[in-house]
């Protein structure tokens, strides 16, 4: 357990569908990350939040849509989504954005896109 | 562009034999480097990090790894591994305001 949770662990999606990821840390950080975990690749980093505003967007499709509400909540909203899609989709956050510091994951989120 | 690679993909080791896995990165600025790990069915958790000083980083769980800032390596290692360290590891570099991950490399550990 490490103070950020994810729901929900597994989610199967038709193309057409929309949906929510979402991310609770319970660490009082105060930045927030979206990560995608595909077999075989790197860790690709989606979006980054620093006190709520959003610092990083690494050329997601607008198919992704995140928000963060508040320090402690992020959510990744998806639409129209297609099979490529399919991944672990990985909820981080650390004490600040910018600095060299440890990043704190959830346990994913599956999403399988059909 | 910062980049990280790490050589192995797949390794299987008997109980006790020793570990060493590689990991090479690409940034032209201060590094900062990390390994995390990822064990079946749980979160990806911090293993060990370089920031500056003794480039010899000691880890959890008997772990090591050694920063050679002429390689631009920091391979992992650990002299005798156990069944429990089946897991995926990845390799990672901070540098331009986010962290870079490698592809992992899976080790499976046989009793």
């Known amino acids: 357990e490490t103070g950020v949770t994810q729901t929900p662990r597994h989610l199967v999606m038709g193309m057409t569908n929309k949906k929510s990821l979402k991310c609770e840390q319970h660490l009082g950080h105060n930045a927030m990350y979206w990560y995608k975990q595909s077999a075989k690749k790197p860790l690709e980093l989606m979006f980054v939040?620093?006190?709520?505003?959003?610092?990083e967007n690494n050329s997601v499709p607008s198919r992704f849509s995140p928000e963060c509400p508040n320090s402690s909540h992020l959510f990744l909203h998806l639409h129209t989504l297609q099979p490529e899609d399919s991944a672990l989709y990985l909820c981080a956050s650390s004490q600040d954005q910018g600095k060299a510091e440890t990043q704190y994951f959830g346990p994913g989120t599956r999403l399988l896109v059909l | 562009a910062q980049s990280v690679s790490q050589h192995n993909h797949h390794v299987i080791l008997s109980e006790a034999a020793s570990l060493e896995l590689g990991c090479n990165y690409s940034y032209g600025g201060t590094v900062n480097l990390f390994w995390y790990v990822q064990y079946p069915g749980q979160h990806l958790q911090l293993l060990l990090k370089y920031f500056s000083g003794d480039p010899l980083v000691k880890g959890i769980k008997g772990f090591e790894a050694e920063f050679i800032k002429s390689k631009f390596s920091f391979n992992l290692r650990k002299p005798s591994v156990q069944w429990s360290d089946t897991a995926e590891y990845f390799c990672a570099v901070h540098g331009y305001n986010k962290l870079i991950f490698g592809a992992g490399t899976r080790l499976a550990v046989h009793p």
């Open positions: 939040y620093s006190l709520e505003e959003r610092v």
